[in-house]
């Protein structure tokens, strides 16, 4: 639904913080975990489809329809609605409202529903009881830090691969969101029980490489840019000269397990190659280390040349019977696997085209225990997918359809005072992600890069994200956990000892509206970090802390916390506690920090 937090706080205190603009979110996750509202509704209908087969309302062959378990617009169609008779009705060949009320009659009732009600054409709606959400607050503070996360990984090994940036320059905005989305992704898998393997693939060789080791070696023999003689592909940017001046005063350079050194000579291009690439590595490991990103392997792609896995691969895809020779060139038999054309393997000329080393790459995945692999890509590379699965398919070496998964996401435009920042000194053609760190911090970086659909364009608004005030979406999630903190501090400055065992004894206390509203939002972490984790959408998890934020701001601002009765003042600093447990636990996953003061 689209949730308009004016509307809906509308009548709170002048002094409430205002949310963001409105958002929307999906909610389409079933039969994750018992633990979850949702995932239990999912069952009990399940076993009320069960009981219609065996009392024969239902022809026996019937099968299970996919239904979904949603919530309504407004609460006051419940708390969740099914569509299950619906799509039973068909195949039942009965009415859909007769048939929803013989399903409510054959649903177990368990004790977390207060009340069932058909609707419209046969909608199943829920209306749970407020102890449904009273146990997610005691559930919070029981599972602490690991709430929210589930085992449906089951421990197996996903690589995800992301940033993967060719070492010619310095990290521009666009890797900046292919770091924030990948490293947001790894986090939400682990967190639904996946050994994550975090994996960067960067070219060490090629065509960008030369013109890299071109460059600098112009600026060492005392070139310009704009000087006669400057490499015509050349890269133009002030690094360019940073790299040249580190290699002609003889730098040592540590980088992915190495040194280089410079050595002074202008005309040894493998001695500039070597050390320039270093040198950007370096750097880039640098921007990403002050980003909060990190990664367990980097992979170079000149590994699979020099260790024939280039020429395994081909040799492999040969043997299978997938390719034929035509026009003194190797072509593979893709549009057998999916794809639109047959692809070239090894041109004419004896070289590789570019789409062999990826297959090889994704191979080794495959060969080092991935068993499940994520690659984040910007979208123009979409063209490249479907010849990359052709290729593995063709290898016939167990690689599950649709191995690797990707996630592409779009670029970003920058502006600032209502104008579109383009351009970085230091680069020389675009904005670095290290001038956006400078300007907008860390933390709202990271948010403002990964809080839209990464197949949506987005628009990163400088001047937003440097904004102290509740317009700013990452601080006003901050807020929320600050206040919580702050209640905290009030408590013991009033001479309260917050008794948490009596809060738990007398949870059924929150219930009025506001705790409702919270609790709800509280129970809803699970399902949300078992929906981003499968639909690879960490947006989802940016929309519901905004959610969880404004429940807590609506709450703090209409719930007296601090009273005198102990055990309603214990309950309410319970709640508070979980909600800032949530709030923590989602920021983790985002890899944004809870601050306790503001």
């Not at 205190?13 to 389409?28: E, F, G, I, L, S």
């Not at 190495?258 to 500039?272: E, P």
């Not at 696997?337 to 995945?365: C, E, M, N, Q």
């Amino acid at each position: 639904p689209e949730l308009d937090y004016r509307d809906r706080a509308r009548g709170a205190p002048k002094t409430r913080a205002r949310a963001p603009a409105a958002v929307r979110y999906d909610h389409q996750i079933r039969n994750i975990s018992r633990k979850f509202v949702k995932a239990t509704l999912h069952a009990l209908i399940a076993q009320g489809i069960d009981a219609l087969r065996n009392a024969g309302t239902l022809p026996a062959n019937t099968a299970s329809p996919d239904f979904v378990i949603e919530r309504p617009r407004t609460r006051e169609h419940g708390d969740f609605a099914s569509n299950a008779a619906m799509l039973l009705a068909k195949p039942a060949r009965r009415d859909p409202r007769a048939l929803a009320q013989a399903l409510v009659e054959a649903i177990p009732m368990g004790v977390d529903i207060a009340r069932v009600e058909i609707a419209g054409p046969g909608f199943i709606n829920f209306h749970m009881t407020a102890a449904a959400y009273q146990r997610a607050v005691v559930a919070a503070l029981d599972q602490g830090d690991v709430y929210g996360g589930n085992g449906s990984g089951g421990g197996k090994t996903v690589g995800v691969e992301y940033v993967s940036a060719n070492p010619t320059g310095p990290l521009h905005v666009g890797h900046g969101r292919a770091a924030a989305i990948g490293d947001c992704l790894a986090r939400l898998l682990q967190a639904n029980g996946w050994n994550v393997r975090r994996e960067y693939y960067y070219n060490d060789a090629g065509v960008q490489i030369e013109n890299l080791a071109l460059s600098v070696q112009a600026r060492v023999s005392g070139l310009l840019p704009d000087d006669a003689g400057w490499p015509e592909a050349g890269y133009r940017g002030e690094y360019i000269a940073d790299v040249a001046r580190a290699y002609v005063n003889g730098e040592t350079v540590e980088s992915d397990g190495g040194s280089v050194s410079g050595t002074g000579d202008a005309a040894d291009l493998d001695s500039i190659r070597r050390f320039a690439v270093a040198y950007l590595r370096r750097e880039q490991n640098e921007d990403l280390t002050a980003f909060g990103i990190a990664f367990d392997t980097y992979f170079l792609e000149s590994s699979l040349y020099n260790d024939g896995k280039v020429a395994e691969t081909v040799e492999r895809l040969t043997a299978s019977g997938h390719t034929y020779e035509d026009g003194g060139a190797l072509w593979l038999k893709s549009t057998g696997f999916g794809d639109d054309k047959d692809r070239v393997i090894r041109k004419s000329d004896g070289t590789f085209t570019y789409f062999v080393p990826d297959v090889a790459y994704h191979l080794s995945k495959w060969q080092r225990g991935y068993e499940r692999a994520i690659t984040g890509l910007g979208a123009d590379h979409h063209g490249s997918l479907a010849r990359v699965h052709a290729g593995l398919q063709a290898l016939d070496v167990g690689t599950p359809p649709g191995y690797p998964e990707y996630v592409l996401h779009q670029m970003v435009a920058v502006m600032r005072g209502g104008e579109e920042v383009k351009l970085s000194k230091r680069a020389g053609s675009y904005l670095t992600l290290r001038d956006l760190i400078d300007e907008a911090g860390r933390d709202a970086t990271r948010w403002f890069l990964f809080a839209r659909k990464p197949d949506s364009q987005l628009t990163f608004d400088i001047d937003l994200a440097r904004q102290q005030s509740n317009d700013n979406p990452v601080l006003y999630v901050q807020y929320a956990h600050a206040r919580v903190a702050s209640l905290q501090r009030q408590s013991i400055e009033k001479g309260y000892n917050f008794d948490e065992a009596n809060g738990r004894l007398h949870v059924g206390l929150l219930s009025d509206d506001n705790s409702l509203l919270l609790m709800v939002e509280l129970a809803r972490l699970p399902e949300v970090v078992a929906n981003a984790g499968q639909l690879l959408e960490p947006h989802l998890m940016a929309q519901y802390l905004l959610e969880l934020a404004h429940a807590f701001h609506r709450w703090y601002h209409g719930t007296p916390v601090l009273v005198e009765d102990a055990a309603l003042r214990d309950a309410r600093l319970l709640l508070a506690a979980a909600a800032a447990q949530a709030l923590r636990n989602g920021l983790k996953l985002l890899g944004v920090s809870a601050p306790d003061k503001m």
